[in-house]
Structure formats: structure tokens, C-alpha cells
């Protein structure tokens, strides 16, 4: 179950770090299409995992799912109470602690699991934040 919650999580925290991006080149309007984008990842990762590995059953599948939605919804939440420039820095925050906690979650223990984990996520939100200058 941990290995499904690392995957759904790591997922939708490089999906809120493209969304993050997003916001910050073009704030307006953009929470309520991150709001769907986050659900239909949810329902993906749930889909996805369950086809990907159906002898595990469903219910890891759905804990990927619902993990995916937290790695999408829990650093997204600034943006409900303020404006981009003061959001986009909580969010930043809220992305740096669930990304501790899918460091903590991790095979890969202590400060490879943490390198290892917001190594990848840099270079993840470094090439959303390009492609949202397109």
C-alpha cells in the first residue's frame, strides 16, 4: 500500500507543480480547471493502477487514487483564501511537506529518499514552469 501512495502522491504533486506554474504565468480563472484536472486525476491514477496491477485488487488502487488527490488538492488550497503571488509561496510550501511525506513513505530511506524525491521534483516543476511559458 505504501508503494501505491508514493506513486499517486509523487503523481499529483507534479501535476499541482505544473498547475503551479500555470498560476503563476496566468492566475486568472485557473482554479476551478484545476479543480477538475485534480478530480480526473484522481479517477486516472485509480483506473490506471487497478489495470496496471489488478491482482493487487482494487482498494490499493482507490488509496492510489485518493493519494493522487491529496499530492493534487492539499498544496492547491492557498489559492481559495488569497491571491496568486501570496498563494503561489504557500503552495510552494504545502508541495515542499507532501513531498517530505513521500520521502518518509519511500524504500529509499533518509537522505537518498529525500534527494532522491525533491531532485525529481525540481526538475519536474522546472520543465512545467517551461511549458507553461508557451
Known sequence: MKRAAVFGAADGLV?????????AAHPAGALRPAVFAGIAE?????????????ASGFWPAAG??????AGCTVPV????AGAAPAAVTSSLILVAAVA?????LRPEKGTLAAVQTYG???????????????
Open 120 to 134: 525529481v521534483l525540481t526538475v519536474a516543476a522546472a520543465a512545467c514552469w517551461a511549458v507553461s511559458l508557451m
Open 15 to 23: 501535476l499541482v507543480l505544473g498547475l503551479i506554474a500555470g498560476f
Open 77 to 80: 488550497a492557498p489559492y481559495l
Open 42 to 54: 484522481c479517477v486516472g491514477m485509480t483506473a490506471a493502477m487497478w489495470l496496471s496491477d489488478s
Open 64 to 69: 492510489c487514487g485518493a493519494a493522487t488527490l
Open 100 to 104: 517530505a511525506v513521500i520521502a518518509w
